[in-house]
């Protein structure tokens, strides 16, 4: 009967602070009381001055992750007791598995990851995973359960880039996807819901090329002029994140041919939310991303305020950011503090 009792009123202590993660994330704001934390009876107690360290590694200096680290930092450093660094994954998979082994080996708290390869840093989750810590993923899913998941809203959000962008092809044409390289999870999730979108909103336009450009604006220029060489009768083009998308526009500027094509982003950054208000590209997904860091930041508040290590969680949490659809006729309603 002990044992049963005390598993439910485990259970019951989990459930509660999940419910506390979600309820306080919404709000945006500091969570834990400075010098105190949460027993297992539930009580609040003194807390013994200890640091508590977390990190962020992030896969390289980036838009995208720049405005994840502020997000972070707005609710972290409201705590009194937390030490928190972004680190530099410098684009390899070798780099961000020595981060993660170091901030084990230190007794990091909470590691905020931005995995480049969803199945190679399933090893080092693993390892932090029995070592209590707290992994939250932003953006890029893992294979290895983990603690928490907060991402954009990658498959659906591509799925109304389709509709919008075939209602302003006419339901008609060849469209170029300008994509990510192999292995992340998200390039597969935006280049499925996209084609799926196609396929169920206009089964009339076809896909005609789908090339890696590396996330990166300059290798979406030579992609995408290879490509119009070849098949100079498209007319729309999809670009996997903003940068891709960008590279379009300056390709199409650069012929002399923008005003023919429809070109659609995903991400929502600053830039792409400006170009689309110079009326070159024609829209992108937004999120706002200050808040996904927000997000994940109060629940690894939550995490370390309540003692819950990762060890207590069965199931792994997942949460999908609200987005827009941003084009000419939405973009304004995107605040500029919610722009990044």
């Known amino acids: 009967m002990s044992n049963k009792k005390e598993r439910a ?76 660094q972004q680190l530099d994954g410098q684009n390899k998979v070798e780099v961000q598995v020595s981060l ?38 932003l953006n890029i899913d893992a294979s290895e359960e983990h603690a928490a998941h907060v991402e954009m809203n990658h498959y659906y959000g591509a799925m109304d880039i389709a509709k919008e962008m075939g209602k302003r092809m006419g339901g008609k044409g060849k469209v170029a996807i300008l994509n990510a390289p192999p292995g992340i999870i998200i390039r597969d999730q935006r280049t499925n819901g996209f084609v799926d979108g196609m396929k169920k909103y206009y089964p ?23 490509i119009l060489t070849a098949q100079p009768d498209i007319t729309g083009v999809y670009g996997v994140n903003d940068s891709m998308a960008l590279g379009g526009v300056d390709v199409c500027k650069q012929k002399g041919i ?35 860091g927000r997000f994940a930041a109060a629940a690894a508040s939550v995490f370390v305020s309540g003692g819950v290590t990762a060890k207590e969680f069965k199931q792994q949490g997942k949460l999908l950011m609200p987005y827009v659809i941003a084009t000419s006729e939405t973009v304004g309603s995107i605040q500029p503090a919610q722009r990044w």
Request: proline share 2%; no cysteine; aromatic share 6%.
């Open 9 to 84: 009123e485990q259970e019951g202590r989990r459930d509660f602070l999940k419910g506390v993660v979600l309820g306080s994330a919404a709000l945006g704001s500091g969570l834990v009381t400075p010098g105190l934390v949460i027993g297992e009876s539930g009580k609040a107690m003194a807390a013994q001055d200890e640091r508590v360290k977390m990190a962020f590694v992030q896969i390289q200096p980036h838009t995208v992750s720049s405005a994840w680290s502020v997000g972070l930092e707005e609710v972290l450093s409201t705590q009194q007791t937390i030490d928190y």
């Open 100 to 137: 993660m082994d170091t901030l084990i080996n230190e007794g990091a708290k909470v590691i905020f990851l931005q995995p480049i390869d969803s199945v190679a840093l399933g090893p080092s989750i693993k390892k932090a995973r029995r070592r209590g810590i707290a992994v939250i993923t």
């Open 204 to 226: 009339d336009i076809q896909i005609a090329a789908d090339q890696v450009a590396d996330w990166s604006r300059k290798k979406a220029q030579d992609v995408l002029s290879n």
């Open 258 to 292: 923008l005003d023919k094509m429809v070109i659609f982003g995903n991400d929502g950054e600053t830039a792409a939310l400006e170009s689309i208000e110079r009326g070159e590209l024609t829209g992108t997904q937004f999120t706002d991303v200050y808040q996904q």
